[in-house]
């Protein structure tokens, strides 16, 4: 899932596009992706962009006449910018296409039409001419780039902004909502930690008795970490994910905020220095540097120890056992409910499970006679 950084970097690469640019259409693969009903979603049509934010791990879209498009990407959801004419297939970055066709053609710069407007803004009226022409109509299901991936279309004068979400479930969300009242309702009320200081980040760590990973993931209590930075903050940190809030004391409080500020600043600083000029094309929660998210088996980078693991439902939370819990292994939901007494508690157990010689000799077979 998109967290903070990726977010951000979404947002801030957003704003570069469309600010101040109108919005033609909207048009949707699928009406499911559409949550709400009052306003209709056409009432966006021809509306000026006059803002982007983010809102907790959901990205806002402010339009003029106080309207606001919501979108929520959850876990699979990810974003495309496109050329104006985006159609199956999808499409480069817009301004890496552009510039790419201009180099080709020997051609410095865009050149303005008879009307005065640039080549981009001339080809998102002619897209838009297309679409009215073999009715994909803004709202209406239509044609998507992308395949099966793609759930809509947001049409601008600059540019196509795609929305896909991988595998079967669809459960990204678009809303459009009139009125900064009617926004608020989409706020879980997390803290925002980068513009928070220490005491307001232990009033919300410790608001609730959670364990930590639980904590820094409730978006009731803190806005933007998800499942990846937060793993990332607690290795940091060197807390275990499994501790309680109620039981840190105010060194360790004080050590976890500047590890949630650190990393979160990190990495948003990475993800755009990558990004560039160019749209984020690449937002993973798997990525090189991370020091234990998705890294189960591999060395930890502080102390050289194997990452492990705690797996339950869909989800698994990565962590350094010398580094984070003492050298303590723990339980995984999954397979120590199998093993039971027989679980290793430490990683010497663990080595010695794996490598029966360790132990002095291969494991003692037992007595088929013996019941």
């Not at 297939?89 to 039409?113: C, K, S, V």
């Not at 981009?120 to 002619?126: L, M």
């Not at 919300?204 to 803190?222: F, G, V």
């Not at 905020?257 to 990004?275: I, S």
Request: overall charge positive.
């Amino acid at each position: 899932m998109p967290e903070l950084p990726d977010i951000t970097v979404y947002v801030e690469a957003l704003r570069a596009r469309v600010t101040g640019v109108r919005l033609v259409g909207i048009r949707l693969a699928s009406p499911f992706l559409l949550r709400s009903f009052d306003p209709p979603l056409a009432a966006a049509d021809g509306r000026r962009v006059t803002g982007l934010r983010r809102l907790g791990k959901r990205i806002v879209i402010d339009l003029d006449g106080d309207l606001h498009l919501v979108l929520h990407l959850m876990i699979a959801g990810r974003l495309h910018w496109a050329a104006p004419d985006a159609g199956p297939g999808g499409g480069r970055d817009a301004a890496t296409r552009h510039a790419g066709t201009n180099r080709e053609r020997g051609d410095p710069g865009e050149a303005a039409d008879a009307s005065g407007a640039s080549p981009t803004a001339a080809r998102g009226r002619d897209a838009a001419a297309r679409r009215r022409e073999d009715g994909r109509q803004p709202g209406r299901p239509g044609r998507i780039p992308y395949g099966k991936r793609g759930l809509a279309a947001f049409d601008f004068d600059s540019g196509t902004l795609v929305v896909t979400e991988a595998g079967a479930k669809k459960r990204a969300s678009l809303h459009l909502v009139a009125g900064e009242a009617e926004l608020a309702r989409h706020d879980r009320g997390g803290l925002e930690v980068l513009d928070a200081d220490r005491d307001a980040f232990a009033r919300a760590l410790t608001r609730e008795r959670h364990t930590l990973k639980r904590a820094l993931t409730d978006q009731r209590l803190l806005s933007g970490i998800g499942n990846a930075y937060s793993d990332e903050i607690l290795h940091s940190a060197r807390l275990s994910p499994v501790r309680l809030t109620s039981s840190l004391s105010p060194e360790e409080i004080e050590t976890l905020f500047a590890a949630t500020g650190r990393v979160l600043r990190h990495w948003t600083k990475r993800l755009a220095e990558e990004a560039g000029d160019r749209f984020p094309e690449k937002v993973t929660a798997f990525r090189d540097g991370m020091a234990v998210h998705g890294r189960y088996g591999e060395p930890c980078p502080a102390c050289g120890s194997a990452v492990q693991r705690i797996a339950y439902a869909s989800n698994e939370t990565n962590y350094c056992p010398t580094c984070q819990t003492g050298g303590k292994l723990l339980a995984d939901r999954s397979l120590s409910r199998l093993l039971r007494k027989d679980w290793p508690k430490t990683l010497e157990e663990l080595e010695a499970l794996r490598d029966p010689a360790r132990k002095g000799g291969a494991p003692r077979r037992r007595d088929p006679g013996k019941r």
